[in-house]
């Protein structure tokens, strides 16, 4: 089966600092990679998402880019702020459920 | 509109218990999707439902774990015989199809086994 690979598992930078979280896939099958962001005691919420057939997407403040032929994509965070203090996960999928990287805690310090 | 909705919030049973843990998805959406996020293992898929299709039930832990899906919306998902490694925060989620569709998350029930 699918197997992500996400790092780092905590990440801490200076407001108005970029982040940038990196996963890697097994699965040369998979073709939809969502991004999920989950704060403290709710479910995870869809930021952003990229399919096979494109290499990079950006929405405001977030992008994600995808290398099929490695098998990575990354999330990048521009300007961040204090509400973008969460924990990120990364998924892959083919058609059936989702297999989630282990998530990683972002930290913003003011 | 409405998002997926999930009852009850938390749940404390005792060990060796049922449990019936409910989950209402967005009106429309055919395809409805549990997970099980725990401390160890992160986010683990378990079951999903596309329209009136059998489920794939290949993320099921052991056959303590059934689900059901009534009339392609609410769906119940129960754990016979709680065991102690069953605490964790069960999702559900829902999206329009299932593949290239997102998956839209409830807040979850947590569930404890004492």
């Known amino acids: 089966g699918e197997n992500v690979e996400q790092h780092p598992s905590t990440l801490s930078v200076q407001e108005g600092d970029s982040a940038v979280i990196k996963c890697t896939y097994s699965d040369s099958a998979s073709n939809y990679f969502p991004w999920y962001k989950q704060e403290l005691g709710k479910g995870p919420q869809l930021i952003i998402d990229?399919?096979?057939?494109?290499g990079e997407k950006k929405d405001q403040r977030i992008a994600v880019t995808l290398n099929k032929t490695a098998k990575h994509f990354s999330l990048h965070i521009t300007e961040t702020q204090p509400e973008d203090s969460a924990v990120y996960f990364c998924?892959?999928?083919?058609?059936?459920?989702?297999?989630f990287g282990k998530g990683t805690h972002l930290i913003i310090q003011p | 509109g409405a998002g997926v909705s999930q009852s009850p919030s938390n749940k404390v049973t005792e060990k060796g218990k049922d449990v019936e843990l409910r989950c209402d998805p967005i009106?429309?959406?055919?395809?409805l999707y549990w997970y099980r996020q725990s401390l160890g293992q992160g986010l683990e898929f378990l079951i999903y439902f596309q329209g009136n299709s059998a489920p794939d039930k290949s993320g099921l832990p052991s056959d303590r774990f059934s689900a059901e899906r009534t009339g392609g919306s609410v769906s119940t998902l129960t754990i016979q015989r709680t065991q102690q490694e069953d605490s964790a925060v069960y999702l559900c989620a829902s999206s329009v199809s299932p593949g290239l569709y997102e998956q839209y998350f409830g807040p979850g029930t947590r569930l404890t086994v004492t």
């Open positions: 998924a892959a999928s083919i058609t059936d459920g989702l297999t």
């Open positions: 990229i399919r096979s057939n494109v």
């Open positions: 009106s429309g959406h055919t395809a």
